[in-house]
């Protein structure tokens, strides 16, 4: 993840190195008057304004938030990697979010399983969902655009 200061906004970039490879997974524009409000030194705290002005709320067990940085979720004890895949998809929510809309949520979760002795847990690095039409509408784009 990096941030880029330009003339009149900054570009931050969603992505992961794995070898020789980069995966982008998403590309933000952060107008000014966005930075202004908040801190904005470093790509983590770029994603949380962001988040704020233009996410959904996510629910990762009892954890909440538009933007969740370093928490730890306690499960129940796993057994197999399928277990994880099904607990996983149904303890993270993006709470308000209709999949049968026309809103696409840009979301991503980095996640480690951690197993203990007489429970499990997640931990969580970050997660967000970015709503594209709030996105459009914060940089004041139209949808018939």
């Known amino acids: 993840m990096f941030l880029k200061s330009k003339k009149d906004f900054y570009l931050l970039v969603d992505g992961r ?4 490879y980069l995966g982008v997974y998403a590309v933000f524009k952060i107008l000014s008057k966005t930075a202004k409000k908040g801190n904005i030194n470093n790509p983590l705290a770029g994603l949380q ?6 996410g959904y709320e996510i629910q990762i067990g009892e954890q909440r938030g538009k933007f969740i940085l370093d ?29 049968n ?12 399983w951690r197993q203990g002795q007489d429970h499990d847990n997640m931990d969580v ?10 996105y459009m ?9």
């Open 49 to 54: 304004v962001l988040a704020a002005e233009c």
């Open 137 to 145: 509408q914060y940089l004041g784009i139209s949808k018939d655009k």
């Open 125 to 134: 690095a970050l997660a967000y969902a970015i709503s594209t039409n709030k």
């Open 71 to 99: 928490a730890t979720v306690p499960i129940t004890k796993l057994h197999s990697e399928d277990q994880y895949n099904r607990v996983m998809s149904q303890l993270i929510g993006v709470r308000g979010w209709d999949k």
């Open 17 to 20: 190195q794995s070898g020789d």
């Open 101 to 112: 809309s026309n809103d696409v949520a840009l979301k991503d979760v980095l996640v480690k």
